[in-house]
């Protein structure tokens, strides 16, 4: 439990609901600008500096007065290459302010802290989303998430999270391009039915805990493929056709996953957007009806410990090569938005010392010729391994399980 005078928060929070089905509400200032700034900074960090433990590093500016006002930063996260446009972080010892966040969340909707999952993403600018999902997305997954978070770090033109089903927002929403597949009743209502009474029965395969929560381009149904083009549809079109769910920083929405009398709610299937133009960085919690720790972070790595399992342990090495190219294709604006978050949380001079820095680390890095050696490596194992073109990362079992 951190020193809750640390991170007192005076204002009172207003929840406004914004839809009735699904349920989904809306709270603003959950997080101050400098709580989304720190955040921000150590998902960049875990990213620009990744598996780099060289003394350059560590003596960096900003490194060393970071946690001023915030108390213990903790270790790195974990990471987790969702697919090539999405890295995903997992804190298995979160920073203290993280830990205050997640008990004013729990505080807030009346559970108990250690209820609270939490897991944060970057996204590239433009990427189209890779599937619809429900966050119970396993029919296996225990404790249930029976509420969703998400978390907004900054005010994004767009990038939000889409509900293709949703079907009403007290008339607040602008242009609803999705309407046709939220109106179709019956279709929906036969994959309700469908969704619920697949939980009473068993699986032959590890693909079929998936079915019904979860919507992927081999989709054979044609409506659930005409709900996921509707979701890559609203991404497309921009703020107005991504309603309710829009970028607003600090800002928290949440989403009731299950109906009152029990049931997953199908209509909570959703995607997130990213950004047209921006690094969309974000935050998710999940509310849970029994305590962590939770299975899902077994599939989140470290760079320096290896795996049992050889097939774990193959994707954890692929996993660490791709994230290895996501930073140096995308270094320069990894650069800026830590640059910005440093000027947020210090301001301009330790901002300017930390743009020197970035010439100088540049330079270290082209001359150990780090970019040239992870590509060829990364070529190496899709040839290895027998991926062609982008890679496609498989799941993973553990006791017959997927999740």
């Known amino acids: 439990m951190v020193n809750p005078e640390t991170f007192e928060r005076a204002e009172a929070y207003r929840a406004d609901m914004l839809s009735l089905n699904p349920k989904v509400l809306r709270i603003r200032n959950m997080l101050t600008h400098k709580e989304c700034a720190l955040l921000r900074w150590l998902m960049l960090e875990a990213v620009i500096y990744f598996g780099d433990s060289s003394e350059f590093v560590f003596t960096r500016p900003g490194a060393l007065n970071a946690s001023s006002g915030f108390g213990r930063l903790g270790k790195r996260p974990l990471l987790r290459m969702q697919d090539t446009d ?44 890779a599937n619809l999902h429900l966050d119970n997305f396993n029919k296996y997954l225990w404790p249930h998430r029976f509420q969703s978070v998400s978390l907004f770090l900054d005010d994004y033109e767009d990038g939000g999270t889409v509900f293709p089903l949703l079907l009403d927002t007290f008339g607040r929403a602008g242009k609803v391009s999705h309407m046709g597949v939220a109106a179709e009743h019956d279709e929906v209502l036969a994959w309700q039915q469908a969704l619920n009474d697949s939980r009473n029965q068993r699986v032959t395969s590890d693909t079929e805990a998936y079915v019904h929560r979860r919507v992927d381009s081999n989709e054979p149904s044609e409506f659930r493929q005409r709900v996921l083009e509707a979701a890559r549809d609203m991404c497309r079109h921009g703020r107005a056709a991504q309603a309710p769910v829009l970028p607003e920083r600090g800002t928290l929405y949440l989403w009731f996953n299950y109906l009152e009398n029990g049931e997953d709610d199908v209509r909570t299937i959703h995607a997130g957007c990213s950004s047209s133009k921006e690094y969309k960085m974000i935050g998710t919690m999940f509310l849970r009806d029994g305590s962590g720790p939770f299975r899902e972070h077994d599939s989140f790595w470290d760079f320096s410990v290896g795996r049992a399992h050889e097939a774990e342990e193959i994707r954890r090495r692929l996993e660490m090569v791709a994230v290895a190219r996501f930073r140096f294709d995308h270094i320069a604006a990894l650069f800026n938005l830590e640059r910005q978050s440093v000027f947020e949380l210090h301001g301009g001079a330790e901002a300017v010392r930390l743009a020197a820095f970035h010439t ?41 399980l997927m999740f």
């Open 86 to 129: 999405q890295l995903s972080f997992y804190f298995p010892e979160p920073p203290d302010f993280l830990v205050a966040m997640m008990e004013r969340v729990a505080q807030t909707f009346g559970v108990h802290p250690n209820n609270v999952e939490a897991i944060y993403h970057l996204y590239l600018p433009s990427a189209m989303p």
């Open 360 to 400: 100088d680390y540049t330079g270290f890095l082209i001359e150990r010729g780090d970019d040239r050696g992870i590509h060829s490596l990364l070529s190496g194992m899709v040839q290895k391994y027998g991926f062609k073109g982008e890679l496609k990362w498989s799941l993973t079992s553990h006791d017959g």
